[in-house]
């Protein structure tokens, strides 16, 4: 029988099996080209892109709870340059390589797009794994503390109703990274 916190887990792990932007995956946001001008004499209009949020300050990852917490908020908010940014390098080397895979692109290209946080990542991959999480609905009211901590590991609880959710975060490079891959994807 699946609980509440295995659900969500379940939701978390979907997330990144979903949550690529190739003709396979479309995104159900259409993404439209505005009206051409009057008197525009351009040979071609360009296509919209979507709105992207404003680029958010970088979180300080001074403590395990602000790796995770960056993690899920960022994700919550559309602020997917934090979040790319709160990520293990094993997390982030994860999610290049399955959408690489998946859209058979260059693993170069794909790391570009997540870095530089460009519409097709925005769109096809954050906004499907936002979705199918449901972090927009946990996060906000979620509590978060510490169950464990070592000098480079520990274990996070976040709590948000009645849903609990553990994840690891590392430190790297002086600092905590949420170990996304590293707690859900074995």
């Known amino acids: 029988m699946l609980t509440k916190k295995s659900l969500i887990a379940l939701f978390l792990s979907f997330g990144l099996c979903t949550a690529c932007f190739g003709q396979k995956h479309e995104s159900k946001e259409t993404v439209t080209a505005p009206p051409p001008a009057a008197s525009s004499s351009s040979p071609a209009a360009k296509p919209a892109e979507a709105p992207a949020t404003a680029p958010a300050a970088a979180p300080t990852l001074a403590t395990p709870i602000d790796a995770v917490k960056g993690f899920y908020d960022a994700v ?93 975060a590392f430190k790297e490079g002086g600092q905590w990274k949420m170990g996304y891959v590293e707690t859900f994807l074995p």
Do not use: C, H
Request: aromatic share 8%.
């Open 76 to 168: 919550s908010k559309e602020q997917y340059d934090v979040a790319w940014a709160t990520l293990t390098k094993a997390s982030q080397d994860k999610f290049i390589t399955m959408v690489s895979t998946d859209e058979k692109m260059e693993p170069a290209k794909v790391r570009e797009l997540f870095e530089q946080t460009q519409t097709p990542i925005r769109i096809g991959f954050w906004r499907s794994f936002r979705n199918s999480s449901k972090l927009d609905l946990v996060a906000p009211a979620a509590t978060y503390k510490v169950l464990n901590e070592g000098p480079d590991q520990a274990e996070v609880e976040m709590t948000s109703g009645d849903v609990v959710l553990k994840s690891k």
